[in-house]
């Protein structure tokens, strides 16, 4: 039988949260009153790999940048939905005819897919040789 309170049983994960914050503010305020801070125009600088930063950051992208990356999306979302399907496929049940049931909506779900992909092929979303403004 416990002779103390049930909240009790937290005490070492406040004190942990307790230490944590503790050693973090005093490595941040120590850093802060050691450390040497001298702003140049070197250092204010954007700095970009090494490369001299040319024109404006605000600079308009191509649609076919976000198109690609929605498309990126899309395709990595079918892909995490195959994989438990892949994962599960042989311990389906065989009884109540489950696992042809889950063969034929993976096949139906890649048919989606497929035709996606070949919308995309036909409009020319990945053709990045070609320069067309019309998307």
């Excluded at 070492?12 to 230490?19: N, T």
């Excluded at 503010?25 to 120590?30: E, Y």
């Excluded at 994989?83 to 779900?109: C, K, N």
Aim: with cysteine.
């Amino acid at each position: 039988m416990q002779s103390h309170p049930y909240i009790w049983n937290y005490i070492p994960l406040l004190m942990q949260i307790v230490v944590v914050g503790a050693l973090s503010a005093g490595m941040v305020g120590m850093s802060w009153f050691i450390g040497r801070h001298r702003n140049t125009k070197e250092k204010l600088e954007a700095y970009e790999c090494g490369i001299p930063a040319e024109g404006d950051a605000r600079g308009r992208f191509s649609v076919r940048f976000y198109m690609v990356a929605m498309l990126f999306i899309l395709f990595d979302v079918e892909a995490v939905f195959m994989l438990p399907w892949a994962v599960i496929y042989r311990q389906l049940p065989r009884i109540t005819h489950s696992q042809m049931f889950g063969f034929w909506e993976m096949l139906v779900y890649l048919g989606f897919v497929v035709v996606g992909i070949f919308y995309v092929w036909k409009k020319g979303i990945l053709d990045w040789a070609s320069d067309k403004a019309d998307l």
